[in-house]
């Protein structure tokens, strides 16, 4: 039997020469490339414009590792949450967020999550694997499909705010990245995607030098060390100075603001040293504070602060000259909402497909003991 290759781990030239081997012309490798990456096709079958012998051919040799949606919800406010069982049984969310002039996907880098922030759910679930850059892309192209479906609007927006820390899958995250952005690929503009991390300050340095041009943001929920520390542990191998002056440098080479995205909680960041703590870290970065709405996980020690505190915060950073926003949440009645994506229906649904060569062997890992 032959192995089949997952094709979409492949590039162009690397399609181009495995299509010679086999007897092809070279020019049928674009047109491959083209169905796979431009319209997102899966099946070779509905490749129209290849000749059929051609298509049998490639169904022997290659595969399209592709997901399913195993269930689609619809939230009240329009909110679509999917959950996407992928070629091994895994399963991840992504979420189309629609408001009045944007449709949002917001989508997962990981399956689980490298890291455990004490408030979010998908920490619960430890990191299982890295999901491949055609992961990715599969769940905006679904998302752009849906956009047309219910909304008849383009999707105009990504965030790489669902499951998973994307600095930690970076070669995958960037690949999905660049098929996403590329003229021969879904042709977006790289500033409508903003890639949020938990704030891992080597990559975010990395990032700023590979010049991709999308938007930053940066889950901060704390100024003051040890508090951020007990809020998110990966604050101990990154600490604050050291995630300030990666955040500088990022500004220097890419002149674009950062955004923090901060949790008001009730007790736990709510005094006037939390705001004084927060102005300061900010003042050394050119910056916008998005104050995001806490979405309730379980039982646990975390409550969303009320209306004052939160217009505290609001107050004293305008008058710092810090823009602001306040973010109401989203899907919240299908648990779609930020930190609440948690693959729900993992262990209910089977692989798809047998593995195949290349794909998974070159998903290198990143972790914060090897940066
Ligand atoms: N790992 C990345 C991206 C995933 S989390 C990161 O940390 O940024 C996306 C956003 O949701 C982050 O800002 C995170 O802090 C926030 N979040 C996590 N759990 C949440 C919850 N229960 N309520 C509100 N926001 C939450």
Redesign the pocket.
Known sequence: MIVKTDIRALSLEQISSRLTDLGEPRFRARQVHDWLWQKGVHDFAQMSNLPLSLRQKLDEHFAVNNGRIAREQHSVDGTIKNAVALHDGNVVESVLIPTDTRITACVSSQVG?S?D?S???TARLSRVRNLNADEIFDQVVTIREQARLHFGRPLTHIV???M???LLNYPQVMGAIDRITAADGLAMAPWRITL???GIPKMIRKLADDRKRIRL?V?L?SAIPEKRTRLMSVNAACPLPELQSALQYWYRQTGSKVTF?Y?VWAGVNDTDDDIRALLAFTARIPSKVNL????A?DQGPYQQAGVDAVEAYRIRLLNAGVAVSIRRSRGSDIDA????LAGSLSGEVEATAAPTAVAVEANVSLNLKTL
């Open positions: 999550c890291l922030c408030f979010c759910a790489f705010m669902g998973g820390e994307p949020s991390t938990a943001a889950s929920h995205e949790v995001i709405q806490y979405n996980i909402a930020c930190g609440q």
